[in-house]
């Protein structure tokens, strides 16, 4: 049984690709792990509010030194690593948008990356502490992004796999939607996606 946490950062609703494609990888997980559980959090429905400078500066002091006012302001940063902490997969929805990730998806990245709680850093430089998770990334796009001229673009799945993993999540697959609007793909594109699900 694992607890799975299912990011959604997409615009579209519910004719959101990339919500359909993580909705599929859950499916897969709960019928490999029957019984978990699920907690879903849509990033966008909630307005994740980007990081300010005071909350950033409470970020590196000790807890006991916080004012209460303080400790109100991080509130929403410690719910969203108790959250991550407490998962055994997570399922990120991240539609490509102008190349890259949603703010939303963005700013959760921002609330979760704290020193001293989700990384350190050793004598040998950083070192993530958010470690023995599965991550599954739902990625959609209207181009073609794994291969050909548009891959010099993609900059979800690698700047994902390079900051999930600065923060100890070195376990991640990416499944693609992808050339959605792309005549000669898209009509096919939804049923690949979902065909190429496995999970580990």
């Not at 006991?64 to 302001?73: A, D, P, Y």
Request: glycine residues 10%; aromatic residues 8%.
């Amino acid at each position: 049984m694992k607890h799975i946490l299912h990011l959604i950062s997409s615009l579209q609703g519910k004719g959101s690709h990339s919500i359909q494609l993580g909705q599929a990888i859950v499916e897969k997980i709960q019928e490999k792990y029957p019984g978990s559980t699920l907690e879903e959090l849509n990033l966008v429905d909630i307005e994740i509010p980007h990081l300010s400078p005071a909350v950033l500066r409470t970020f590196f002091l000790p807890g006991e030194q916080l004012t209460e006012e303080e400790k109100e302001s991080i509130r929403f940063s410690d719910e969203m690593v108790k959250q991550l902490l407490a998962a055994d997969i997570i399922v990120i929805g991240a539609p490509l948008y102008n190349f890259t990730i949603h703010t939303s998806l963005k700013a959760w990245i921002d609330h979760i990356t704290r020193a001293g709680i989700t990384f350190g850093y050793g004598e040998n430089g950083p070192v993530g502490k958010v470690t023995g998770k599965k991550v599954y990334v739902a990625m959609s796009s209207g181009g073609v992004y794994s291969e050909g001229p548009g891959k010099a673009n993609d900059f979800v799945a690698p700047y994902l796999n390079a900051f999930l993993g600065f923060l100890g999540m070195t376990d991640l697959t990416v499944f693609r939607a992808e050339g959605l609007k792309v005549p000669g793909v898209k009509e096919y594109a939804m049923e690949k996606a979902i065909d190429s699900i496995r999970i580990d």
